[in-house]
Every structure is written in structure tokens, then in C-alpha cells.
């Protein structure tokens, strides 16, 4: 990237950095906590500027189950329950058919450590869950987005080199596992947030 490349809008970079942090909190354990979150105003309101603005055919407003009891059955359906696996693993290495799970959990620690970033002992959840994976592209954005408004350009430079590398060689498995929730559960509101998830993950893929 040169100098020039630099000089984008911060402010964008920001915007996308919040999108990364809404579908990370989107893709919380399903907790009564959660649940209220998900009926609150700002979640609603994250999901409807996004449909509105990502392409993808997403209903406008938040699907969310009616009880909390009826989220977290169809979350751990979804994502997290089933046999010989459920639909949707939220792990890369479910689907990443190339690389075996060791490097692909070395890779992703790897990138993590580089800049700075190491997960808690006490963690139930793989370097390579999707909620490890988004918190990281968010957390890069808001370095870029920093080292931008400080016309730190060299290091800006080697923060979109990371973006670019950590898009190509750690998010291929989204679109996949989108479409085979797609394929196994048809319809219903885990379908929706995968679909989202997915067309966000493509569109910036293409920009970095």
C-alpha cells in the first residue's frame, strides 16, 4: 500500500470496525442477557442499517425468538448441538478442508499474538471461533483507523497488510458454512444471521 492508500476516511474504517463488533455480540452464547440485548433498540436498529445497506436478502428487522428459552434451544440446534455435528459449527476448522486443525488454530493464535492479543486460560472457545475471529478484524480496524488519524502511514500500511492476509486465509469458511445452514435448516432466524454475517464478510473481502 502506498501513501496515498493511507489517506482513507478513518471514520469509515471505524464504521466498519462497530459492524465487526455488532456480529460479534450478535454471535453471543445465548444467555437471558443476550436475549434482552437482542429486543433492545441499538441491536435492532444495527441490524436494519446493515440490511439496508449490505447485499444480501435479509428480512429488515431482527429475527429474534419470541422466549429466551426458544433462542437458546435453536441456537445450540444451530450452532453448537447435534450429531455427528450440528449445521452450523461457529469453528473455522470445521471447514477448512485443507489445513488440519492444529495450523489452523497455530495460524490464528499466531495473528492474534502479533498484534498483541492472547486468549484468557479460562476460555471454553477455540482461537478459531467466529467470535475470536470477528473481535480480531474489529480490533485491527480501530488500529488502522488510528494509525490513519495520526498519519502513522508505514504502520497503516502493515495493519492492511494483516487485514487483507487474515481475510484470505481465515474467513474463506463463512460463506460456506452460510450456505450449508442455508441447505440443513432452510429458514428460521439462524439462517438470516449467517446470511448477514456472510454478505458483510464477502463485501469487505473485496474491498481489502
Known amino acids: 500500500m502506498d501513501q496515498t492508500d493511507c489517506t482513507m476516511d478513518s471514520g469509515m474504517v ?21 436475549w434482552q440485548w437482542l429486543r433492545g433498540e441499538p441491536a435492532r436498529s444495527a441490524w436494519a442499517m446493515l440490511a439496508g445497506n449490505i ?39 470445521h471447514w477448512n478442508h485443507t489445513e488440519s486443525v492444529p495450523k489452523v488454530l497455530h ?13 484468557s486460560a479460562s476460555t471454553l472457545e477455540t482461537a478459531d471461533h467466529l467470535r475470536f475471529q470477528l473481535d480480531f478484524i474489529r480490533y485491527l480496524a480501530l488500529l488502522f483507523a488510528k494509525a490513519l488519524e495520526q498519519d502513522q502511514h508505514d504502520k497503516a500500511a502493515q495493519i492492511e497488510q494483516a487485514r487483507t492476509d487474515y481475510f484470505e486465509r ?12 442455508r441447505e440443513h435448516l432452510s429458514e428460521g432466524w439462524p439462517v438470516q444471521w449467517m446470511s448477514l454475517l456472510s454478505a458483510c464478510v464477502e463485501q469487505i473481502r473485496s474491498q481489502v
Open 55 to 93: 447485499e444480501c436478502d435479509v428480512v429488515p428487522a431482527l429475527p429474534v425468538p419470541e422466549t429466551q428459552a426458544a433462542f437458546e434451544q435453536d441456537y445450540l440446534a444451530a450452532f453448537e448441538v447435534g450429531l455427528p455435528h450440528p449445521p452450523c459449527p461457529l469453528i473455522e476448522s
Open 107 to 119: 495460524e490464528n493464535t499466531l495473528f492474534y499474538h502479533q498484534f498483541g492479543l492472547k486468549m
Open 170 to 181: 481465515r474467513l474463506g469458511w463463512i460463506p460456506d458454512a452460510a450456505q450449508a445452514c
Open 14 to 34: 471505524r464504521e466498519e470496525a462497530a459492524l465487526w463488533g455488532f456480529l460479534h455480540d450478535l454471535f453471543r452464547p445465548p444467555s437471558e442477557e443476550q
